[in-house]
T-cell receptor, first 117, second 111 residues
Framework: DARVTQTPRHKVTEMGQEVTMRCQPI?????VFWYRQTMMQGLELLAY????????DSGMPKDRFSAEMPDATLATLKIQPSEPRDSAVYFC???????????????FGEGSWLTVV | GENVEQHPSTLSVQEGDSAVIKCTYS??????FPWYKQELGKGPQLIID?????GEKKDQRIAVTLNKTAKHFSLHITETQPEDSAVYFC??????????FGDGTTLTVKP
């Protein structure tokens, strides 16, 4: 079964520390999304990429967050320095865009559960 | 950008009853409307979707209806079971493939 893989699944860190979350999208997918979810409600779009190029990162706090795709099999979301308000679940999702009627379905990973103390 | 509104935010039904969740969207160019189910501790999973060239789609106990003129679509779950309890999200991706989600509906099915 093809799936989106995220690491780490759980992370507890101290305020001020750097946090890096990694995502391996489904092989062949050309679009990768990062979402943040708090309190089991609301999927807030932070950023998304197409063919490794950032298309929209307007949902991401630029002063401390950064997102990159070093290659087609890896997407990263970094927080530096982390703050308690960053505590949330961070989801990566991938999809294949631009193939007519078969496009636009996206598939989620299991999330990275971040706690900043 | 696309604005997606979802109602209700919480829904409680008795086992065996039907549940309906509604979403409205703003971008008239949207042509694909998926529904996701998120169980506790897991990522959202696609359960059904509909494209703008049809008005209704069914898959066993779940169905989705679309009204493009009014720009709204709905998820219908019939004969609800306790395992249907979860958070449900709708989305209306833009033509650029940007997926913005509704705020979610927490469905509780009481045995």
């Amino acid at each position: 079964d093809a799936r989106v893989t995220q690491t780490p699944r759980h992370k507890v860190t101290e305020m001020g520390q750097e946090v890096t979350m990694r995502c391996q999208p489904i092989l062949g997918h050309n679009t990768v999304f990062w979402y943040r979810q708090t309190m089991m409600q609301g999927l807030e779009l932070l950023a998304y990429f197409r063919n490794r190029a950032p298309l929209d990162d307007s949902g991401m706090p630029k002063d401390r967050f950064s997102a990159e795709m070093p290659d087609a099999t890896l997407a990263t979301l970094k927080i530096q320095p982390s703050e308690p308000r960053d505590s949330a679940v961070y989801f990566c999702a991938s999809g294949l865009y631009g193939t007519g009627l078969s496009g636009n379905t996206i598939y989620f990973g299991e999330g990275s559960w971040l706690t900043v103390v | 950008g696309e604005n997606v509104e979802q109602h209700p935010s919480t829904l409680s039904v008795q086992e065996g009853d039907s549940a309906v969740i509604k979403c409205t969207y703003s971008d008239s160019a949207s042509n694909y409307f998926p529904w996701y189910k998120q169980e506790l501790g897991k990522g959202p999973q696609l359960i059904i979707d509909i494209r703008s060239n049809v008005g209704e789609k069914k898959d066993q106990r779940i169905a989705v209806t679309l009204n493009k003129t009014a720009k709204h679509f709905s998820l219908h779950i019939t004969e609800t079971q306790p395992e249907d309890s979860a958070v449900y999200f709708c989305a209306a991706p833009t033509n650029a493939g940007k997926s913005t989600f509704g705020d979610g509906t927490t469905l509780t099915v009481k045995p």
